[in-house]
């Protein structure tokens, strides 16, 4: 089969053409809108295209495509249904924007947190003179950047939201949840779930809240069985990862958002036995049986050393801890290729030097 990844540049598009290049089964080609030097020093793919996803949609002629990037999702969504494995425009649209997905709490110990669209830091300093509140994008397939966190009484950040209100980015206000960060993430075909595993955030970047630097392994029945329902309830089909914020007090989760896409910390899903590329194109291609029962192996830890922890670790003075790169259990994504490497390593001293 002939299959097209986009977003070549991205960690989760690398794990995904690493692990179908080791299977070896079929014609993989990646594309990006920049430069695909990087990548390509990696040497995955049959060949890697510069350009939009039309352009290389046309000169490829895939047969299949994985979309990473929230961007290529809703391309895909919108002209290429027939070549992905994808949810309806609908539920899509739930998940795309942050605001839709108050619907959700229709269902059994969802807790998705108030949440309010804005237009000028007059609602936001109204809205949160009496909570902690996050700021983000209302859809990152059109505008994406890292939350940024409004505290009780102060305006630290209003220079930045406002930059994003004047630049016409839709924003969305939302009381700020405490807890540890977890995910359970899956393919899933018509609102069955395929394969999946869940994990919980040990670090991540900015140390605020952010991507996933490290994490691990674990298993919930509970987050299990309220992402079931969020499946079902959408029909979903595709990738899917369901973010969370655990209250260990409370016993209680919280969900954050929905990513509709392949997430970054996907190297930890093969580290744990899993294979969500070769899953996708099987749920594609095939009749599956959904998956209830776990099959993937706790207690697995991943760190993504040059792609923030590090930095992580510098910035808050935890250095210590880099230890636990090598203990048993321990993974990262270190030395898949010595060119790669430097250039992170570069990226992670500049930042360390940086304000």
Not at 132 to 150: I, M, Q, T
Request: net charge neutral; hydrophobic share 35%; aromatic share 14%.
């Amino acid at each position: 089969m002939r299959i097209l990844i986009t977003d070549a540049n991205y960690k989760n598009s690398i794990a995904i053409q690493r692990e179908l290049y080791k299977d070896n089964m079929h014609e993989v080609f990646a594309t990006d809108k920049e430069a695909v030097f990087f990548t390509k020093r990696l040497g995955y793919c049959k060949d890697y295209i510069v350009g939009n996803l039309e352009e290389s949609v046309k000169q490829i002629n895939p047969e299949f495509i994985i979309p990473v990037g929230s961007e290529a999702v809703k391309i895909c969504s919108e002209k290429y249904r027939e070549l992905c494995l994808i949810p309806t425009k609908e539920s899509l649209e739930i998940a795309l924007n942050k605001d839709k997905m108050l619907i959700l709490n229709s269902l059994s110990n969802v807790n998705y947190p108030e949440c309010k669209l804005f237009s000028n830091l007059e609602e936001l300093r109204l809205y949160s003179r009496d909570k902690n509140c996050v700021v983000k994008s209302s859809n990152e397939s059109l505008a994406k950047f890292d939350p940024l966190y409004v505290k009780l009484g102060s305006e630290s950040e209003f220079e930045k939201i406002e930059k994003y209100l004047s630049g016409g980015v839709k924003l969305l206000m939302q009381e700020q949840v405490s807890g540890v960060g977890r995910g359970f993430f899956c393919i899933a075909k018509e609102g069955k779930i395929i394969s999946y595993y869940m994990h919980q955030r040990i670090r991540e970047i900015p140390i605020t809240g952010g991507s996933s630097t490290a994490a691990k392994s674990i298993f919930c029945e509970k987050m299990f069985y309220i992402s079931k329902q969020i499946i079902e309830y959408l029909n979903w089909s595709g990738p899917l990862m369901i973010e969370y914020k655990y209250d260990e007090t409370k016993q209680q989760y919280y969900l954050i958002e929905l990513n509709p896409k392949f997430w970054g910390s996907l190297d930890l899903s093969y580290v744990v036995g899993l294979n969500f590329g070769k899953t996708l194109i099987e749920a594609y291609s095939n009749k599956v049986e959904e998956q209830i029962e776990k099959k993937y192996e706790v207690e697995k830890k991943f760190f993504w050393v040059l792609d923030g922890d590090l930095l992580v670790l510098l910035k808050t003075g935890k250095l210590y801890k880099i230890k636990e790169y090598f203990y048993k259990d321990s993974y990262t994504n270190l030395f898949e290729n010595f060119f790669v490497d430097s250039i992170k390593l570069i990226w992670t001293i500049k930042k360390i030097f940086s304000k």
